[in-house]
């Protein structure tokens, strides 16, 4: 039943070693988002895309990047993570008009050593 | 001035009250209004979204006044399961006149219910 999956839940990763985080949809969704949420804080948008077409945070850091290869799946890569970046990274997913609902995945949090 | 402001909270009451939130949000082209409902350690989950009529699900009655760019959630007879961090969220317009559904959240307001 899930909609938007997540893997790994629990990823931990030593300073500047790069990580991928990975998101799955069921929904046949076009749009998909990654955001970062630290502790205490508001998710922070990152990116999204929209089909294809890759939008950019003006404030994300290049360390930051993401791929989607199909409608089903995008990635959020980490290419030189720092203590700074542990957080839970939350993906989600979006229908055609800009007010559907956004569907959450569960997040990866992302521990930094 | 951020974005998304909501009340800082946390509010600490017993069961049965009933509580408010309050949040004010800047960009008047913003589309559309929606709380969300985060408890610790995991993702958000929409609660409601909100229209200018007000609406209202069982407990839970979500107001917009879009002159006064001003969200409201009130819950009645506030249960346990109820405590979690509620998060304002507001969809506005995308840059260039786009609209792509970027969402903005406030901070989020730590609500405890008490037995």
């Known amino acids: 039943d899930a909609m938007v999956i997540q893997n790994p839940r629990y990823q931990v990763t030593q300073f500047g070693k790069p990580v991928t985080l990975s998101c799955s949809q069921t929904?046949?969704?076009?749009?998909m988002y990654w955001y970062q949420q630290k502790s205490s804080q508001a998710p922070k948008l990152l990116f999204h895309?929209?089909?294809?077409?890759?939008?950019n945070e003006a404030d994300t850091p290049d360390n930051f990047q993401s791929r989607r290869p199909n409608t089903s799946f995008c990635f959020l890569d980490i290419r030189s993570p720092g203590l700074g970046d542990a957080a839970m990274y939350l993906c989600?997913?979006?229908?055609?008009?800009?007010?559907?609902?956004?569907?959450f995945g569960p997040g990866t949090r992302l521990t930094v050593l | 001035r951020k974005e998304v402001e909501q009340d800082p909270g946390p509010f600490n009451v017993p069961e049965g009250a009933t509580v408010a939130f309050n949040c004010t949000y800047s960009?008047?082209?913003?589309?559309?209004f929606f709380w969300y409902r985060q408890d610790c350690r995991k993702e958000p989950k929409l609660l409601m979204s909100?229209?200018?009529s007000g609406n209202e699900d069982g407990r839970f009655t979500a107001q917009l006044n879009r002159a006064s760019q001003y969200i409201s959630l009130l819950i009645r007879d506030s249960k346990l399961s109820d405590s979690a961090t509620y998060l304002c969220?507001?969809?506005?317009?995308?840059?260039?006149?786009?609209?792509?559904?970027?969402?903005?959240f406030g901070q989020g307001t730590i609500l405890t219910v008490h037995p």
């Open positions: 989600a997913t979006r229908g055609e008009a800009s007010t559907d609902t956004q569907y």
């Open positions: 969220v507001v969809n506005g317009a995308g840059a260039g006149g786009t609209s792509y559904g970027k969402l903005t």
């Open positions: 960009n008047s082209a913003s589309q559309s």
């Open positions: 895309y929209y089909d294809k077409d890759f939008n």
């Open positions: 909100v229209y200018s």
């Open positions: 929904l046949n969704h076009n749009v």
